[in-house]
């Protein structure tokens, strides 16, 4: 096991919430742990996939898997990626439509924009650019 720090643990946490399923799994995660099963159900993934994102992020040292009884719990892989998840879903981007998607213009959202608790939601973008 290697172990990261500074940059490489930015670019680890970059590439895990690049996918918008893992970066939902991140954000379930910083609420409570959970099963596969049930993450896949509340974030109406396959459990496949919910299992190819989880070894993605336990991969990327983001998440751990916790032996409970026969099964597998996972939860983040320290306490302060929780605070800064939440630190990170209270700041307020001014973006270029242009930019930070593959060809250009705005990647599609499958899910909602969400805010912190309290913080109003003021993020736009126009499919035209």
Known sequence: METLTHAPVLARFGYAVSDPTRARILLALSEAPGYPSGLAD???????????????????????????????????????????????LGVVLAVDPTCCAPGGGMPALPIPLETAPGRPSVVSHSRNG
């Not at 509340?42 to 994102?53: E, G």
């Not at 898997?65 to 990170?88: K, Q, S």
């Open 42 to 88: 509340s974030l109406s993934v396959s459990r496949q996939s919910m299992s190819n994102h989880l070894t993605c992020l336990r991969g990327c040292g983001l998440v751990v898997a916790v032996p409970d009884g026969r099964r597998m719990r996972y939860e983040l892989a320290d306490a302060r990626l929780g605070h800064a998840i939440t630190d990170l």
